[in-house]
């Protein structure tokens, strides 16, 4: 037998390995702890070191706070939901950046005149927000094709690619909100916004077009409704006058040169055009191709920034502007002693 017997000695060797390994791992940890120590002592010592600085950080930042709170004036939000076949994220995206161009000119004439209201409530407007409105079933369903491309193993960036393309092609419902400053332009504004989204070219020839052909579609079912009436009463009229002439039962009837007629198959046919004609007046008269889903709500809490929250948060900036500076200053301190202790 040729078998050599383990040597003691390797496995000494390994056990000594994980055990500097080990002490390693412990004296990295306990490092990152005397290192984040030592970050609260310095923090806490410039802080000793500066304090009537940051003092005045505060006090200047109440006085920010304050006045700003004086100064500025309050803002509410509201939003709307519309919904149409012909709206789509760039459509939108580019409507509200105009709408926000306008906005941001002293002179508001040019936002009256293309929402159509008056000077007095486009200066009252802030800004405008936009936010695709997805329903929980459609986001199901992407969800379920992103698996099942994955699965075929297609790039995370086509899919990604594929999945932003149905995204746009499928959201026809946004939520629309603006920031005013008084509540009382809220009612105006509404039929504004609405108008200013209908009216675009693109989507005022889509409804035109939509509308004349459903009112010729209308036409068509009523005359074809109306045609399916005059085939039943000739065949009640016909029934009775051959009751009681034949004693065979039969679901057709002779209706002149024009041969056999099935009663059955004219009612169904009857009660599916009037129906269709019931759903087409419907969509007609809604106007479902473009709607107003939810109008604006008024608010009486402002959107803006309350006493409280502008005060901390003032403060709170210029704390951080205050550690900077001494962050600066510190640092400026240490470069000029290197470079004395370097010029010995």
Do not use: W
């Amino acid at each position: 037998m040729n078998d050599q017997a383990p040597n003691p000695q390797s496995y000494q060797d390994d056990e000594i390995d994980l055990r500097k390994l080990f002490q390693a791992i412990g004296n990295f940890f306990v490092g990152i702890g005397h290192g984040f120590i030592n970050l609260i002592l310095a923090f806490r010592r410039i802080t000793v070191k500066y304090k009537y600085l940051l003092l005045v950080a505060i006090v200047l930042g109440a006085v920010v706070g304050i006045s700003y709170k004086k100064i500025a004036a309050p803002y509410y939000k509201t939003s709307l939901l519309l919904k149409s076949s012909y709206l789509n994220t760039q459509l939108v995206e580019n409507s509200i950046d105009k709408l926000n161009l306008l906005c941001a000119e002293k002179d508001r004439t040019g936002l009256a005149n293309v929402l159509g209201v008056s000077d007095s409530v486009a200066e009252n407007i802030v800004d405008f927000e936009y936010e695709p409105f997805v329903e929980e079933n459609t986001i199901v369903e992407v969800e379920l094709l992103k698996q099942k491309l994955e699965a075929l193993k297609i790039d995370k960036a086509d899919i990604e690619r594929i999945v932003n393309q149905i995204s746009i092609q499928n959201r026809n419902t946004f939520s629309i909100s603006v920031h005013i400053l008084n509540t009382d332009i809220i009612e105006n504004l509404e039929s504004a916004i609405v108008n200013y989204f209908k009216n675009n070219p693109y989507i005022a020839n889509r409804i035109k077009t939509n509308k004349t052909n459903q009112e010729q579609l209308i036409a068509k079912l009523s005359h074809d409704v109306a045609l399916l009436d005059s085939l039943k009463d000739a065949y009640n009229l016909n029934l009775r006058l051959s009751a009681g002439k034949s004693s065979d039962a039969s679901n057709s009837v002779i209706l002149g040169e024009s041969g056999a007629v099935d009663p059955v198959r004219v009612y169904n046919q009857g009660v599916s055009l009037f129906q269709q004609l019931l759903y087409t007046k419907r969509n007609y008269e809604l106007g479902t191709d473009f709607e107003l889903v939810d109008g604006f709500t008024t608010f009486t809490k402002p959107d803006s920034a309350s006493g409280v929250k502008a005060l901390v948060l003032s403060i709170a900036i210029l704390l951080v502007l205050a550690y900077g500076i001494i962050f600066l200053m510190e640092l400026n301190t240490y470069l000029n002693r290197i470079e004395k202790e370097g010029f010995k």
